[in-house]
T-cell receptor, first 112, second 115 residues
């Protein structure tokens, strides 16, 4: 079993839809949980991060972490064609130089 | 600030050839990382460095060597390239913090094709 599991998709939705992206993990030592967005032929860039369990909201994006279930989610409200990208979940045991463990990434396609 | 830059952007190698990928950052970050990204595999850590003159192995270090002679540069070397090393290589950096979490900043990637 890989440490972080993420459905690669692709996930196709119409503009305006609510999108739900998810990852599960097996290592209970993970404390920091991130979502990176990666456009085609670009490097990943941080979208949101959460420490431990709970919710975090930033505009149209909401990140949720449920450590008891080892499950994290990213919700995108009112999805836009510009949201079309690959979304990577990532996790680490600590801050500083603590290395990241990534999911495979989910490709999202938002059609106009 | 240019952020994290990678050289070259694209390269084709023949099996057995050697090459060096250069990563440079102008943000005075302490920590630097090399990843490879393959279809269906996500990002996997090759090597990383917590400071000038120090390096450590990541998840998939075999076939690669690294050096961090200057704080701003992190070099990834392939001594004898193999087709299995065909991939997109990303460099990243992050600053030293006192317990505060900080993201890794990624470069634009180097696409490598080994024939």
């Amino acid at each position: 079993q890989k440490e972080v599991e993420q459905d690669p998709g692709p996930l196709s939705v119409p503009e305006g839809a609510i999108v739900s992206l998810n990852c599960t993990y097996s290592n209970s030592a993970f404390q920091y949980f991130m979502w990176y967005r990666q456009y085609s032929r670009k490097g990943p860039e941080l979208l949101m991060y959460t420490y431990s369990s709970g919710n975090k909201e930033d505009g149209r994006f909401t990140a949720q972490v449920d450590k008891s279930s080892k499950y994290i989610s990213l919700f995108i409200r009112d999805s836009q064609p510009s949201d079309s990208a690959t979304y990577l979940c990532a996790m680490s045991r600590g801050s500083g130089y603590s290395t990241l463990t990534f999911g495979k990434g989910t490709m999202l396609l938002v059609s106009p | 600030n240019a952020g994290v830059t990678q050289t070259p952007k694209f390269r084709v190698l023949k099996t057995g050839q050697s090459m060096t990928l250069l990563c440079a950052q102008d943000m005075n970050h302490e920590y630097m990382y090399w990843y490879r990204q393959d279809p269906g595999m996500g990002l996997r850590l090759i090597h990383y460095s917590v400071g000038e003159g120090t390096t450590a192995k990541g998840e998939v270090p075999d076939g690669y060597n690294v050096s961090r002679l200057k704080k701003q540069n992190f070099l990834l070397g392939l001594e004898s390239a193999a087709p299995s090393q065909t991939s997109v290589y990303f460099c990243a950096s992050t600053p030293r913090t006192s317990g505060r979490w900080e993201t890794q900043y990624f470069g634009p990637g180097t696409r490598l094709l080994v024939l």
